[in-house]
């Protein structure tokens, strides 16, 4: 049995092995074979680089194969029949041998960037100057960069709010694109213009284009009716009411003709002898004609029954004591040499009173009587010749304003907001303002809530009120503290520490708490005795600029004290030292001495003294070192022939210095 097992397994390890061979014939690794050494291409320069040529096998050897970067199916077509199956017989795989892998890595390296639709543009000129109306022809002028293909076109494309597109023109090789805008297209909105190309397809930017809407006209007498009963001799308002893109122009039945009015609506005044019906008989604007509606019916009576009607009641139904208003009515027909009209009112359940001075016009200015208690009445017009009776309105009299502040109390934090309540009797809606700025109007409620946001503790007042019957009467008065933290001053780490008498230096600082409106802040400074004495301040929100005092004469450096008070409240930052330096004038001092070739680089040496560094210098040369706190200072210099060095000029901390000495540089051949 084992014998017999063993001979199986055998037999499976030759089989194995015997395919594995196999595969290993039929699949071998391609490998591309990199020349062991270029041969020189005919008519190529020297400088071709070596990823440009690809070398097939000695077996099978040609001229090697240069593959230009502009030309890459050349490139490829190299590269695959390059690619071989190596035999161990006749190939000796060295180490330039390239893996195919590293191959196609080479020449992607080699290929040129592909086209992209990205290096192609469509530029549309500013077209922003046009209106136009639908179904108008307009020219679009465009710009275009990247070679198209010789076939290609241009068309143009109008999209609307939605983002739909519609072809608007022809295909046309060049600019500009003629296009007709749809006469389907609504007027008065906002649509964008498209250039697209075909080969490649490329889309421009869109450009807005506001398409005018076609004119609409509609006539009416001038209160809204479509007829009016006038005397002979009379005159009647009628009015033109406009839509679609002005100037209008239009034309009456009567033969009036009006020509661009910008007006809308427009007023005409007719005066007919008989009754007469008035119509539009057209309107046009910049798209061409329009649509026209409605008419005007004025009858003319010689001899009509009088008739007596009150006019847009709604416009008096809410009336104020001792304020003028005005009555409008209308009275057509026939009325006696000198009549009158009057207006009457009365409570609900009482007799009319007149309450104006006898007119003879339509309309009639009057006042209610201060006597006259809120409430509610009715309101007629009554004409003395014949004697007639409108029909009556209800109105109301209304009172004037109280506004009330409620005497609150509130504690607030640091930057929140409160409420203050606010009562109001009297005709709405209403308005008020604080004492402190705020405004609020619009109020149709009562008690109502204003919001506060004091930054001290404030005491608020009203300063005005009113409602329907103007400014009213206010009162009231309410306490707003603000809790905050106690005044204190931080003066910020100085941003240095040695400054030079008679400079100017910025010192940061922040703050706590509140100041009082007068509150200022000053920087002060130790004098000779050690008394702190103020300095010229500039104050921002971040840092006090300040000028160092001088200090005294003889003292080359002094330590002084420095601090920030406020003055109200009264409050003092802690106090940092500062060293002050005299006003020296900075000295610089160049040497050093030496022999180079020409195109070799030596130094040179400078040595400061006095000043407050950063040390600025320029050299005789021209060289300039901005701002450096090396003492000495070493610098290169390469002179092309034999150069004496000095300080041109020299500054410091505390101003100009001076130079002295030289440096020596020879230049021999």
């Known amino acids: 049995m084992f014998r017999f097992v063993f001979i199986i397994f055998c037999g499976l390890m030759i089989f194995s092995n015997q395919a594995n061979a196999q595969r290993r014939t039929s699949s071998p690794k391609r490998q591309i074979l990199a020349p062991k050494k270029k041969a020189p291409v005919p008519n190529q320069p020297a400088t071709t680089p070596k990823a440009d040529t690809i070398a097939v096998p000695q077996a099978t050897q040609a001229a090697p194969v240069a593959a230009p970067v502009a030309d890459t199916t050349a490139v490829r077509d190299a590269v695959r029949d390059t690619i071989i199956t190596p035999d161990s017989s006749n190939i000796e795989i060295s180490s330039d041998t390239l ?394 780490k100085l941003p240095q520490n040695m400054v030079c008498a008679g400079s100017t230096i910025e010192i940061p600082y922040k703050t706590e708490g509140r100041y009082n409106p007068n509150n200022k802040f000053s920087v002060q400074i130790t004098d000779k005795s050690g008394r702190f004495v103020s300095l010229p301040t500039t104050v921002t929100p971040t840092a006090m600029k300040v000028k160092i005092s001088n200090a005294a004469q003889g003292d080359t450096i002094r330590t002084q004290k420095i601090r920030i008070i406020s003055s109200s409240p009264a409050v003092s930052s802690a106090i940092e030292e500062l060293d002050v330096i005299a006003p020296d004038k900075a000295l610089g001092e160049v040497s050093g001495k030496g022999t180079i070739t020409a195109g070799r680089t030596t130094r040179i040496q400078l040595k400061f003294k006095n000043g407050l560094p950063p040390w600025s210098f320029t050299l005789s040369d021209g060289t300039a070192i901005n701002g450096t706190f090396l003492n000495p200072y070493l610098i290169s210099v390469s002179p092309a022939t034999t150069t004496e060095y000095t300080i041109s000029s020299l500054k410091s901390g505390c101003g100009a210095g001076t130079g002295k000495g030289s440096a020596v540089v020879t230049v021999s051949n």
């Open 99 to 492: 893996t195919e892998k590293e191959a196609e890595e080479r020449l992607a390296k080699t290929e040129p960037a592909a086209d992209s639709v990205k290096s192609f543009k469509i530029i549309i000129d500013d077209i922003s100057y046009l209106s136009v109306c639908p179904g108008t022809t307009i020219n679009i002028p465009f710009k275009t960069v990247g070679p198209y293909d010789e076939g290609n076109t241009f068309i143009a494309q109008l999209i609307d709010a939605n983002g739909k597109s519609v072809p608007i023109s022809l295909p046309v090789s060049k600019s500009p694109v003629k296009a007709v805008i749809p006469s389907y297209k609504i007027g008065g909105e906002v649509y964008r213009i498209q250039i697209v190309a075909s080969i490649p397809v490329v889309r421009s930017q869109e450009v807005p284009i506001r398409l005018l809407q076609n004119a609409s006209a509609r006539l009416e007498v001038i209160d809204g009716t479509q007829s009016v009963r006038i005397m002979p001799g009379q005159e009647v308002n009628l009015k033109v009411n406009f839509t679609g893109a002005a100037p209008w122009s239009f034309l009456m039945s009567d033969s009036t003709v009006v020509y661009q009015t910008l007006s809308n609506p427009h007023y005409l005044t007719v005066k007919p002898k008989d009754v007469k019906a008035y119509k539009l008989m057209g309107v046009a604007n910049a798209c061409g004609s329009g649509t026209v509606s409605g008419e005007a019916i004025v009858n003319v009576n010689n001899n009509p029954e009088p008739k007596l009607e009150l006019k847009e009641v709604e416009k008096i139904a809410k009336l104020c004591s001792g304020i003028p208003f005005q009555v409008p009515f209308n009275a057509t027909g026939k009325y006696k040499d000198g009549n009158k009209f009057v207006v009457q009112i009365a409570e609900r359940t009482g007799a009319f009173k007149t309450i104006s001075t006898p007119d003879t016009t339509g309309y009639i200015t009057t006042q209610i009587p201060t006597n006259y208690k809120p409430g509610e009445y009715k309101l007629r017009v009554v004409s003395s010749a014949p004697y007639l009776v409108s029909q009556t309105t209800n109105v109301t009299i209304v009172s004037p304003t109280v506004a009330t502040l409620q005497r609150d109390s509130l504690r607030l934090g640091e930057n929140e907001t409160g409420e203050l309540t606010v009562k109001f009797t009297g005709g709405g809606p209403w308005f008020v303002l604080l004492s402190d700025g705020t405004y609020e109007n619009n109020i149709q409620e009562s008690p109502y809530k204003v919001k506060v946001k004091p930054v001290f503790d404030t005491n608020y007042q009203i300063t005005s009120a009113g409602g329907l019957c103007g400014v009213g009467k206010f009162s009231g008065s309410a306490k707003v503290s603000v809790k905050s933290p106690p005044a204190s001053i931080t003066l910020e």
